[in-house]
């Protein structure tokens, strides 16, 4: 596995696939790579970033219901959750995008109590996959095997 930033996600969340394919697409430099969350290489890298029972807890929920409520970037070493990890990916982008960083002089429980509010919903909203989708051929190598 490279040392390159790694954003890890909700594989069956409708709305956090759509959102990867966003990044993809707008992502200045092409260097971060992505796992759905609820992969084996997702679960290793979380357990050497954050330890055995926070992986469990990034995975699971913070309710333990089984489904993740935060996207996670993994940068150098150091993990980021929630509204944090959402702002370090926005900066990677092209302009405009990159202007959402601009979020950041908002408190962070703020932005993460609107986060969880939203995260909360996204099912309701976007729906949910049964399974995990398996990247094109063309992004397969953007994704942890």
Known sequence: ????????FDGTCTFCN?????????????????APVQSEPARA????????????V???GATGSGSPDTVVLVENGELYT????ALRIARRLRAPW??????????????DAVYRW????????????DSCR????????????
């Open 1 to 8: 596995m490279s040392d390159a930033p790694v954003v890890l």
């Open 58 to 60: 990034l995975v699971e």
């Open 82 to 85: 929630h509204s944090t990890a």
């Open 45 to 56: 890298l979380l357990e050497r970033a954050a330890g055995p029972e926070r992986a469990r």
């Open 98 to 111: 990159s202007l959402v960083t601009l979020f950041v002089v908002v408190p962070r429980f703020i932005r």
């Open 134 to 145: 398996v990247p094109t051929p063309e992004l397969r190598a953007r994704f942890l095997a």
């Open 18 to 34: 759509g959102a990867v394919h966003f990044i993809i697409d707008r992502e200045r430099n092409g260097e971060l790579q992505f």
């Open 118 to 129: 939203f995260a909360r919903h996204r099912y309701q909203w976007f729906g949910r996959e």
